[in-house]
């Protein structure tokens, strides 16, 4: 998927709990931490960086960062690490995994396919590029559904509980 739409998964299903911020970074954070930063060194170098970059001026660093950041094994690790600390941010970073899970049907293997479990395992997927029209359509149509529904909740009466800071129910 694109990393904006990446960003607003990542803030509609995991930015309820008190850190809407950290769940819309965490949601782009794999794309940005790769592409964005190589469009950073592209801009740098006075590059234009419209349309994605063709596979043979992409750098090993880009291909290692992108790698890293779409595995669920490392992502699985660093959540689990900060969630024993602090559990509010470890719910927002969840917003990462599920970026991975995006990825894995809808990257072709032509173009940066989904190596969902390295370094343990190189396996991907040949899935739908995210770009293709139905696919396209549909995510922005969930999008639309989850964002409207986060909305309606945030001006409810209920609004979901915070893991953080939880007050432990007084008894009778
Ligand atoms: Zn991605």
Not at 1 to 18: E, I, K, P, Q
Not at 87 to 93: K, L, N, S, Y
Not at 101 to 112: C, G, N, V
Not at 123 to 144: E, F, K, M, Q, R
Request: proline share 10%.
């Amino acid at each position: 998927m694109d990393t904006v739409s990446h960003a607003l998964w990542g803030y509609g299903l995991f930015g309820s709990r008190g850190r809407p911020w950290t769940a819309l970074f965490m949601g782009a954070a794999p794309d940005l931490a790769s592409f964005g930063l190589f469009a950073l060194v592209r801009l740098a170098h006075g590059e234009p960086i419209m349309g994605k970059p063709p596979l043979s001026i992409i750098p090993q660093w880009c291909f290692l960062a992108y790698d890293t950041m779409h595995s669920l094994v490392v992502a699985s690790i660093a959540i689990a690490l900060v969630w024993r600390k602090r559990p509010g941010i470890g719910f927002a970073m969840l917003a990462w995994p599920f970026h991975i899970l995006l990825d894995i049907p809808f990257h072709a293997r032509s173009y940066f396919p989904t190596k969902f479990l390295f370094p343990l395992s190189p396996v991907t997927i040949d899935g739908i590029p995210w770009y293709t029209p139905s696919v396209w359509t549909a995510n922005l149509g969930a999008l639309a559904i989850l964002l409207a529904y986060r909305a309606y909740r945030k001006r409810g009466p209920a609004p979901a509980p915070s893991l953080e800071g939880t007050e432990k129910k007084k008894g009778p």
